[in-house]
């Protein structure tokens, strides 16, 4: 069964961490560009950030840059979000998603195929 399965979200007081993961079963990773995207509640679905496969390069969204930090574990079949000095603003369903592009892009138009979404609550 193809699967992409995010976790790692929960609820954290402001300038806490998260780390979320993005794992695959029934499919590699490595062929692909990843993106992480989030949505919070009547709000449009954001693109945060994206690794490609090979070169592995990577973007951000400004409002998450110098916080946030976009890898890979090919061996691991998973990516991760490192997300530190999280803001109240942050909160939202984080979700990843694959691309065939060969490029690092923010647009959820160029993905393919989306996990479940995980939860981020950042709330003192």
């Known amino acids: 069964q193809v699967q992409l399965v995010e976790s790692g979200g929960g609820l954290v007081q402001p300038g806490g961490s998260l780390r979320l993961s993005c794992a695959a079963s029934g499919f590699t990773l490595d062929s692909y560009t990843i993106g992480w995207f989030r949505q919070a509640p009547g709000k449009e679905r954001e693109g945060v950030s994206c690794?490609?496969?090979?070169?592995?390069?990577?973007d951000y969204a400004d409002s998450v840059k110098g916080r946030f930090t976009i890898s890979r574990d090919n061996a691991k079949n998973t990516v991760y979000l490192q997300m530190n000095s999280l803001k109240p603003e942050d909160t939202a369903v984080y979700y990843c998603?694959?691309?065939?592009?060969?490029?690092?892009?923010?647009?959820?138009?160029?993905?393919?195929?989306w996990g479940q979404g995980t939860q981020v609550t950042v709330s003192s």
């Open positions: 998603a694959t691309s065939q592009m060969p490029i690092c892009s923010r647009y959820a138009g160029g993905y393919d195929y």
């Open positions: 690794i490609t496969s090979t070169v592995r390069s990577t």
